[in-house]
């Protein structure tokens, strides 16, 4: 079962906007992380907060955590057409070497 | 070498036949993983190998039988699959685990497995 609920669950934007997306999660968690997937090809990751971190950052990705809240956020600033892709925040419990996904959020950036 | 490894890259077979996938990884991680990827969904983990023992298995159906015959490998042997079973199967691998701590998976391209 998912773990985490992301939205939107599409987004299209121009080149040069920012591009923001939202995960909420159900369990307390070790840690979160954010993926990226291009069309049908393997998964990559981007970054990763644990559960003590509310905010970090990695080039043009920023990410937050609320664990009162359940949820975390990736922005891309400047987003460029090779950010076309999806994107799935995966949470990590206490339990074993698990990730759960939440449903994703495929972004398309128009040239 | 950080890539994990995939194949065949496509595969279709019957409903009677018996393949195996393989997956590889040279990263020195003791953790492996199979998963499996709708159309359209995220990935849903089936497998997890550590330290080469089976350490969860989520309840997925005995004819689909995976194997880890040494740190670097695992392989995903497959039987009497149904049409439902096509879908992207995808292999990662990360460090083994550390108290509290879960590092990154990193994942191979994945197997496009269609049933007939």
């Known amino acids: 079962s998912q773990q985490g609920e992301e939205d939107p669950q599409a987004l299209s934007i121009q080149e040069g906007e920012n591009a923001t997306m939202n995960c909420s999660y159900k369990?307390?968690?070790?840690?979160l992380q954010w993926y990226r997937q291009n069309s049908g090809r393997g998964l990559v990751h981007l970054i990763l907060?644990?559960?003590?971190?509310r905010e970090k950052h990695s080039g043009r990705l920023r990410v937050t955590l609320d664990t009162s809240k359940k949820s975390s956020s990736l922005l891309i600033t400047a987003s460029r057409a090779a950010d076309t892709a999806s994107y799935f925040c995966?949470?990590?419990?206490?339990?074993?070497?698990?990730?759960?996904f939440g449903g994703g959020t495929r972004v398309l950036v128009k040239p | 070498d950080t890539e994990v490894t995939q194949t065949p890259k496509h595969l279709v077979m019957g409903m009677t036949n018996k393949k195996s996938l393989k997956c590889e990884q040279h990263?020195?991680?003791?953790?492996m993983y199979w998963y499996k990827q709708k159309a359209k969904k995220p990935p849903e983990l089936m497998f997890v190998y550590s330290y080469e023992k089976l350490s969860i298995n989520e309840s997925v159906p005995s004819r689909f039988s995976p194997e880890c015959p040494n740190s670097s490998l695992l392989n995903l042997h497959l039987h009497a699959l149904q049409p439902e079973d096509s879908a992207l199967y995808l292999c990662?691998?990360?460090?083994?685990?550390?108290?509290?701590?879960?590092?990154?998976?990193?994942f191979g391209p994945g197997t496009r497995l269609t049933v007939l």
């Open positions: 990263m020195g991680h003791r953790a």
């Open positions: 907060i644990r559960s003590n971190e």
């Open positions: 990662a691998s990360s460090q083994d685990r550390i108290a509290g701590n879960y590092n990154e998976q990193f």
């Open positions: 369990t307390s968690i070790n840690n």
């Open positions: 995966a949470t990590a419990v206490a339990a074993g070497n698990k990730l759960t």
